[in-house]
Protein backbone atom coordinates (compact mmCIF):
# COMPACT_ATOMS: atom_id res chain seq x y z
CA UNK A 1 0.00 0.00 0.00
CA UNK A 2 1.05 3.71 -1.10
CA UNK A 3 0.46 6.79 1.13
CA UNK A 4 0.46 10.31 -0.92
CA UNK A 5 0.21 13.40 1.29
CA UNK A 6 -0.39 16.57 -0.33
CA UNK A 7 -1.68 20.14 -0.34
CA UNK A 8 1.01 21.22 2.08
CA UNK A 9 2.23 25.23 1.31
CA UNK A 10 2.76 28.68 3.00
CA UNK A 11 0.15 30.49 4.50
CA UNK A 12 -0.63 33.29 7.49
CA UNK A 13 -2.04 33.00 11.04
CA UNK A 14 -5.77 32.46 10.68
CA UNK A 15 -5.23 31.35 7.15
CA UNK A 16 -6.51 27.52 5.94
CA UNK A 17 -5.42 24.35 3.90
CA UNK A 18 -6.37 21.33 2.96
CA UNK A 19 -4.28 18.38 2.90
CA UNK A 20 -4.95 15.52 1.59
CA UNK A 21 -3.78 11.93 1.76
CA UNK A 22 -4.46 9.45 -1.13
CA UNK A 23 -4.25 5.73 -1.04
CA UNK A 24 -3.20 3.52 -3.32
CA UNK A 25 -2.86 -0.42 -3.43
CA UNK A 26 -4.20 -2.83 -0.61
CA UNK A 27 -7.40 -2.15 1.09
CA UNK A 28 -8.18 -3.11 4.39
CA UNK A 29 -11.11 -4.50 5.93
CA UNK A 30 -10.30 -2.41 9.55
CA UNK A 31 -7.93 0.69 9.20
CA UNK A 32 -7.15 3.63 10.86
CA UNK A 33 -6.18 6.67 8.83
CA UNK A 34 -4.05 9.26 11.09
CA UNK A 35 -2.67 12.55 10.36
CA UNK A 36 0.53 13.40 12.22
CA UNK A 37 2.81 16.13 12.51
CA UNK A 38 6.35 16.76 13.25
CA UNK A 39 7.98 19.88 13.81
CA UNK A 40 11.90 20.60 13.68
CA UNK A 41 13.48 19.47 16.72
CA UNK A 42 10.13 17.64 17.91
CA UNK A 43 8.87 14.14 18.27
CA UNK A 44 6.30 13.08 15.69
CA UNK A 45 2.41 14.02 17.47
CA UNK A 46 -0.64 12.79 16.82
CA UNK A 47 -2.89 15.00 14.89
CA UNK A 48 -5.97 13.40 13.84
CA UNK A 49 -7.15 10.11 13.18
CA UNK A 50 -10.06 8.56 11.22
CA UNK A 51 -11.74 4.55 11.37
CA UNK A 52 -13.21 2.54 9.09
CA UNK A 53 -16.41 2.88 10.83
CA UNK A 54 -15.98 6.39 11.12
CA UNK A 55 -15.05 6.67 14.23
CA UNK A 56 -13.25 10.23 14.62
CA UNK A 57 -10.74 11.62 17.22
CA UNK A 58 -8.75 15.00 16.78
CA UNK A 59 -5.30 16.55 19.53
CA UNK A 60 -6.96 18.58 21.63
CA UNK A 61 -4.14 21.25 20.04
CA UNK A 62 -6.01 21.28 16.43
CA UNK A 63 -10.07 20.31 18.44
CA UNK A 64 -12.64 22.92 16.48
CA UNK A 65 -10.04 23.91 13.82
CA UNK A 66 -9.43 21.07 12.33
CA UNK A 67 -11.43 18.71 10.59
CA UNK A 68 -10.64 15.23 8.94
CA UNK A 69 -13.04 13.48 6.38
CA UNK A 70 -12.66 10.77 4.07
CA UNK A 71 -13.96 10.31 0.08
CA UNK A 72 -14.52 6.51 -0.22
CA UNK A 73 -14.54 6.59 -4.26
CA UNK A 74 -11.27 8.44 -3.99
CA UNK A 75 -9.69 6.57 -1.40
CA UNK A 76 -8.94 9.98 -0.15
CA UNK A 77 -8.61 11.14 3.64
CA UNK A 78 -8.72 15.03 3.68
CA UNK A 79 -7.51 17.02 7.13
CA UNK A 80 -9.02 20.65 6.65
CA UNK A 81 -7.28 23.12 8.69
CA UNK A 82 -8.48 26.14 9.85
CA UNK A 83 -7.15 29.04 11.88
CA UNK A 84 -3.73 28.26 11.74
CA UNK A 85 -1.11 28.85 13.84
CA UNK A 86 2.48 29.11 13.74
CA UNK A 87 2.78 26.50 16.25
CA UNK A 88 1.16 24.30 13.60
CA UNK A 89 4.38 24.84 11.35
CA UNK A 90 5.20 20.81 10.43
CA UNK A 91 5.62 18.19 7.96
CA UNK A 92 2.19 16.37 8.21
CA UNK A 93 2.18 12.59 7.14
CA UNK A 94 -0.71 10.55 6.81
CA UNK A 95 -0.25 6.62 8.20
CA UNK A 96 -2.44 3.45 8.06
CA UNK A 97 -2.71 1.48 11.58
CA UNK A 98 -4.15 -1.83 9.88
CA UNK A 99 -5.20 -3.53 13.49
CA UNK A 100 -8.49 -3.87 14.50
CA UNK A 101 -8.24 -1.86 17.44
CA UNK A 102 -9.70 1.52 19.01
CA UNK A 103 -7.67 5.12 17.56
CA UNK A 104 -4.42 4.79 18.66
CA UNK A 105 -2.17 7.96 19.22
CA UNK A 106 1.65 6.23 18.57
CA UNK A 107 3.72 6.91 15.70
CA UNK A 108 4.33 3.57 16.10
CA UNK A 109 1.64 2.07 16.24
CA UNK A 110 1.24 2.99 12.39
CA UNK A 111 2.14 0.59 9.45
CA UNK A 112 2.02 2.49 6.90
CA UNK A 113 3.14 6.37 6.01
CA UNK A 114 3.38 8.50 3.07
CA UNK A 115 6.23 10.84 2.27
CA UNK A 116 4.93 14.24 3.95
CA UNK A 117 4.20 17.52 2.94
CA UNK A 118 5.36 20.90 4.70
CA UNK A 119 3.03 23.56 6.30
CA UNK A 120 4.46 26.75 7.03
CA UNK A 121 2.42 29.02 9.14
CA UNK A 122 3.87 32.59 9.46
CA UNK A 123 3.20 35.08 11.92
Known amino acids: VQLQASGGGLVQTGGSLRLSCAVFGRTFSWYTLGWFRQAPGKEREFVAAIKWNSTIDYADSVKGRFTITRDNAKNTVYLQMNSLKFEDTAVYYC??????????????????WGQGTLVTVSS
Open 95 to 112: AIDSSRVPIRYGARSYHY
